[in-house]
Nanobody, 125 residues
Framework: QLQLVESGGGLVQPGGSLRLSCAAS????????IGWFRQAPGKEREGVSC????????TYADSVKKRFTISRDNAKNTVYLQMNNLKPEDTAVYYC??????????????????WGKGTLVTVSS
């Protein structure tokens, strides 16, 4: 069983930065995909970024491209989301999740097998 714990959320002013962490306890296979998702108040959960461990491919939602960066520290079994130039519309609970499909992980919400409990990011002056 894989457990995911997010941290690093908080209150930040517009234009500021935060780095979220997703610590995984348990076996993480090279065919997994690890993604960040967010859910703003009154809105549906949406994908933010994904890292495919088999080849290092990263994907980003258009709304966060060139502002957010996903990365991994293998030694710490941790995935990060560096968020720069934050905007009020980035305010949401951010979740990390794992797609553990043995073949062709997709990193879409319906296919994610494990979820963390989330960390709140509030962007406000």
């Amino acid at each position: 069983q894989l457990q995911l714990v997010e941290s690093g959320g908080g209150l930040v002013q517009p234009g500021g930065s935060l780095r979220l962490s997703c610590a995984a306890s348990g076996f993480v296979a090279d065919h997994f995909a690890i993604g960040w998702f967010r859910q703003a108040p009154g809105k549906e959960r949406e994908g933010v970024s994904c890292l495919f461990l088999n080849n290092g491919t990263t994907t980003y939602a258009d709304s966060v491209k060139k502002r957010f960066t996903i990365s991994r520290d293998n030694a710490k079994n941790t995935v990060y989301l560096q968020m720069n130039n934050l905007k009020p519309e980035d305010t949401a609970v951010y979740y990390c999740a794992v797609d553990a499909a043995p073949v062709q992980a997709k990193c879409y919400i319906p296919f994610m097998d494990y979820w963390g409990k989330g960390t709140l990011v509030t962007v406000s002056s």
